[in-house]
């Protein structure tokens, strides 16, 4: 079997290529190893696992490539380094992450919290003096659709500064959101159902004093989960066999040539814009 192909280190730093992984443009990623390595589609596919005739489907734009346990057989395939799996969606090296946490401070991330629950007492105080909350979710409801919920106190609460709120949910009514029930073993019906359950809950904050409410619906599947407290990025990843409030959840803080800040704040925002209104 192959080894991994190699890619020289500086192509993952070029404009167009970290554009390719911030949309997740594999097409592009396969034909950036042909360009830059001469590798061949069979031998691209035997690096990732992948027969030739998919690789050729891919590359000519008849096949795209949404699941999560694919693009990371690509990134081990290709060799990329972690801030080019972090910018594709996906956990760095585990060997590069949490080798020293004076590394993880040079990437910008000053803690790492075993689940949401560990980190759950400091999200919350800190939502409740927040002027900006944005979150990057799925269905919301352990954060904001419901009363118990673990930032919807914080919003309704007597508030001496204004909020600005606001909240990227997947389309229920898209195919990613079917991939994603299946994934955590639920059914399509309840999953829309939560959802939806979340933009009704999330209207019922509109015209509240204090606070400016804005909704919108995201239709890709969805790989990081985001809460943005003011400058505090609260970042953990959905897992095709857990939720995002179980895995381990990356505390990152705005601060200059932090690139990981930069890059979640633009993908954010990118997203954003893409996405339809709801409120």
């Given at each position: 079997m192959y080894e991994p192909i190699r890619i020289p280190d500086a192509v993952w730093d070029k404009d167009d290529v970290q554009k390719a992984l911030t949309s997740r443009d594999v097409a592009k990623l396969f034909k950036i190893a042909q360009q830059w390595v001469g590798s061949s589609q069979s031998r691209i596919g035997i690096a990732i696992g992948m027969p030739q005739g998919r690789v050729s489907e891919i590359i000519h734009g008849h096949r795209e490539v949404t699941s999560?346990?694919?693009?990371?057989?690509?990134?081990?395939?290709?060799?990329?380094?972690?801030?080019?799996?972090?910018?594709?969606?996906?956990?760095?090296?585990?060997?590069?992450?949490?080798?020293?946490?004076?590394?993880?401070?040079?990437?910008?991330?000053?803690?790492?919290?075993?689940?949401?629950?560990?980190?759950?007492?400091?999200?919350?105080?800190?939502?409740?003096?927040a002027k900006r909350i944005d979150l990057l979710v799925v269905r919301a409801l352990g954060l904001i659709g419901l009363n118990e919920s673990l930032?919807?106190?914080?919003?309704?609460?007597?508030?001496?500064?204004p909020l600005r709120l606001r909240v990227l949910l997947l389309d229920p009514d898209c195919e990613a959101a079917s991939v994603r029930a299946k994934e955590i073993r639920e059914s399509p019906a309840s999953f829309r159902a939560g959802i939806n359950l979340s933009i009704a809950r999330l209207e019922e904050l509109t015209g509240r004093q204090n606070v400016d409410v804005s909704v919108r619906k995201y239709r890709a599947l969805p790989v990081w989960r985001c809460i943005r407290l003011d400058d505090v990025l609260y970042l953990s990843m959905f897992h095709p066999s857990s939720e995002g409030h179980q895995s381990s959840v990356y505390k990152l803080v705005a601060a200059q040539y932090n690139l990981l800040w930069t890059g979640f704040e633009r993908q954010f925002d990118e997203v954003w814009q893409s996405s339809a209104v709801v409120i």
């Open positions: 999560i346990e694919v693009l990371q057989r690509i990134a081990d395939g290709l060799n990329m380094p972690s801030r080019a799996r972090l910018r594709l969606g996906l956990a760095p090296r585990l060997e590069d992450s949490i080798e020293s946490m004076s590394q993880l401070d040079r990437v910008g991330i000053t803690q790492i919290f075993a689940s949401q629950g560990e980190a759950a007492g400091e999200i919350s105080g800190r939502a409740t003096d930032l919807r106190s914080a919003v309704t609460g007597d508030r001496r500064e």
